[in-house]
């Protein structure tokens, strides 16, 4: 059985028929259950371990999946929730910085990742039984990839509710559940699991959709690197770096052209260290990619629903450059520098797009009216956009599907929209693992070794082959250099080292966790939240801010706190 675009759901909770042994010819085993020596073959142990992996989609939640799409991008200033204000309105609060306990989408996100726990628990629970022709060596494979993905989930719930309670396979779901409480430090649990996993998973794997050593020892570097672990994280980095693989045995490098890392053709590529796995055309639209497919833009173009996610003024004119270089000293938003934007000018009315120097990744991530979108002809502006007074002149650009890939099968239609996809979605890529090397290596004061990290992720921004064309020209003044100056100062070296992943992971959900982590999300968020409130007349950030101490975590939900007695409301909550 192999995980590679194909995901088989399974169910964590399964039922366990027992056989008498008296009167056994009486007993039929019930329709639809499953025997404990179906579970414990190997096939039967190999489908459960693929529904552990099945639930990073979030299967089928808007909000619940791996990608982090609202819980890292919006929240972290890369994105709005885009639309309009009554749509999806629970979310409102969420991208306000003021979830209510009872929030639907904070409930959705957290269970979905118990579910993936519990799905692996079943899993571990299982293999003590596993039938005798299921060698030691699968056992231990199977284990691993196990532990790899349950130290996802909690990594998931760690950055997002933080104080959440800890189950493993020990604990008795019939009884011993009601004793479980969040005062659990949940690091060491986590990097428990991902030291397993890197310990015994093997280099190599029968489908390059499973877990691998070389993604264990990157979410292990990870793990350290949030909690400022710098030597150790360090250690690891440098060997995957030097050494890693994916789990189709390619070694790690960066895709030649930037915009390659999104489309189809290039799934599993050797910057995928770790990647959700998506097919179209399955039989089910879960197997696709589910996170993304309210994130398309409002009418026309693909899909024709449903206007969210739409990219913040703020990233955009991040993408501003001067001398080949970012602004680092935040002048991205003063006048002379925002980029024009057809904010507000009627679709028949004529626009010509920004001409100044430009970071050419803006243009694979953000949809600006003018310029090619993809495949798709030029983005015509507001009239793609479902309400650009509240959600600004925006479109996402990133795992959006191009005409041929639809051509080529790349998109399900089999539901409501066609906005489900066969592009997979890289949690981690290498060149996240790059820039993660770099932060570790400004805190431990190498500075020339970060900027030589970081300039390998710039060197492939800057490939004039990768460029967004327009007629056979770039089509904007597209303007990129590496740091050529040596690095001596580490302040200098880590605003460079941080804002480099402001350009090139944004919208891939990461940056709120980047901001908690470094201390900076108050000053940063707040003053994000200024800007664009000035910027649409009807603002979803009206009357919102960012609370030290508090919005860093959701809420625990409601629902699980009225359940468990034992757990403790976050701070603020």
Request: net charge negative; charged share 20%.
């Amino acid at each position: 059985m192999k995980l590679n675009k194909i995901i088989i759901s399974t169910v964590s909770i399964i039922c366990i028929c027992v056989i008498s042994c008296k009167d056994d010819f009486l007993e039929i085993t019930p329709t639809a259950s499953i025997t404990n020596a179906q579970l414990t073959s190997k096939t039967g142990l190999e489908g459960t371990l693929i529904g552990a992996y099945a639930m990073l989609h979030g299967r089928g939640g808007f909000y619940a999946g791996s990608t982090n799409w609202l819980w890292g991008s919006i929240l972290g200033g890369d994105a709005n929730k885009g639309t309009n204000s009554g749509d999806q309105a629970q979310v409102n609060e969420i991208q306000a910085y003021n979830p209510q306990t009872t929030n639907e989408s904070v409930y959705d996100k957290y269970r979905t990742c118990y579910e993936g726990i519990a799905r692996v628990n079943s899993l571990l629970r299982l293999l003590p039984e596993a039938d005798p022709t299921v060698t030691a060596e699968d056992k231990t494979r199977m284990e691993a990839e196990a532990k790899f993905l349950r130290g996802h989930y909690y990594f998931e719930l760690k950055k997002i509710y933080n104080n959440a309670p800890y189950v493993d396979e020990t604990v008795d779901y019939k009884a011993g559940i009601e004793e479980v409480t969040n005062g659990t430090d949940l690091w060491p649990k986590i990097e428990a699991d991902f030291t397993f996993a890197w310990d015994n998973l093997p280099e190599t794997q029968g489908a390059p959709g499973r877990a691998n050593k070389w993604a264990a020892g990157a979410y292990l570097a990870k793990a350290l690197l949030f909690q400022g672990k710098w030597a150790a994280a360090k250690t690891l980095f440098d060997d995957v770096i030097a050494n890693g693989k994916t789990a189709n045995n390619k070694k790690y490098g960066l895709v030649p052209a930037y915009g390659d890392i999104y489309r189809v053709a290039n799934d599993n590529n050797e910057e995928s260290v770790f990647a959700i796995q998506a097919a179209a055309g399955t039989g089910t639209i879960n197997n696709a990619n589910p996170d993304f497919v309210l994130n398309f833009t409002y009418t026309g173009g693909p899909a024709g629903c449903c206007g969210f996610f739409q990219p913040s003024f703020e990233l955009a004119n991040s993408f501003r450059t001067s001398a080949g270089l970012p602004l680092l000293d935040g002048s991205y938003t003063a006048p002379a520098n925002e980029l024009k934007t057809d904010q507000l000018i009627p679709a028949a009315t004529a626009f010509t797009p920004d001409t100044g120097p430009l970071d050419p990744r803006l243009d694979h991530s953000v949809g600006r009216r003018g310029l090619p979108y993809l495949d798709h002809g030029l983005h015509p502006g507001i009239t793609w956009i479902r309400d650009q007074n509240y959600g600004g002149p925006y479109s996402p650009k990133k795992y959006i599907w191009t005409k041929a890939e639809e051509a080529s099968g790349g998109v399900d239609k089999s539901s409501w929209t066609p906005g489900y996809t066969a592009i997979n979605v890289p949690l981690i890529r290498f060149a996240d693992v790059l820039l993660m090397a770099a932060e570790a290596e400004v805190e431990l004061g190498n500075l020339e070794q970060a900027r030589e990290y970081v300039n390998m992720v710039r060197t492939r921004a800057a490939n004039p082959a990768g460029f967004v064309m327009n007629g056979g020209v770039p089509a904007a003044n597209y303007d990129i250099e590496t740091y050529d100056a040596v690095w001596t100062d580490a302040t200098v070296a880590r605003n460079a080292v941080r804002f480099e992943r402001k350009l090139e992971l944004s919208g891939e959900g990461h940056r709120f966790f980047d901001l908690v982590r470094w201390g900076v999300a108050e000053t940063t968020l707040n003053a994000y939240l200024n800007y664009e409130r000035g910027k649409v007349s009807a603002s979803p950030f009206v009357g919102a801010s960012f609370e030290a101490g508090k919005s860093e975590y959701m809420p625990i939900p409601q629902l699980e706190m009225d359940i468990l007695d034992g757990l403790t409301q976050n701070p603020g909550y």
